[in-house]
C-alpha cells in the first residue's frame, strides 16, 4: 500500500496525545495550522477531533533538522509605561 492509498489505516492521535507529544499551547497550534506551518487537524465525528501521528512526527523531524532562531529581546528603554530606574544614570 503506497503512501496516498486511501485505505491505509494511519494511527491518529487526539489533543491530550498531542500535547505530550508536542509542547505548545492550543492557541500556538491553532494559529500555526491556519498559517500552513503545523500538520491540520480533522474530525473524525463532530466532536472528535484529531492529527495524524505521522504528520507530527514529520513535522518533528523537519523542525529539529532547521533550528528557528530565537526572538530578540525587547528593548526596555524604549517603553513608555514602566521606565526603566536609573537609567538617567550614566
Not at 496525545?17 to 463532530?46: H, K, N, W
Amino acid at each position: 500500500m503506497g503512501q496516498n492509498d486511501p485505505l491505509e489505516i494511519r494511527k491518529t492521535i487526539r489533543r491530550h496525545q498531542l500535547r505530550e507529544i508536542v509542547p505548545l499551547a492550543d492557541s500556538t497550534i491553532y494559529e500555526m495550522e491556519q498559517r500552513g506551518e503545523f500538520p491540520r487537524r480533522f474530525a473524525l465525528s463532530p466532536r472528535c477531533i484529531v492529527w495524524d501521528l505521522a504528520e507530527v512526527h514529520a513535522w518533528l523531524l523537519a523542525r529539529r533538522a532547521k533550528p528557528i532562531p530565537r526572538a530578540q529581546h525587547p528593548d526596555v528603554t524604549k517603553r513608555k509605561s514602566r521606565p526603566v530606574k536609573g537609567q538617567d544614570r550614566a
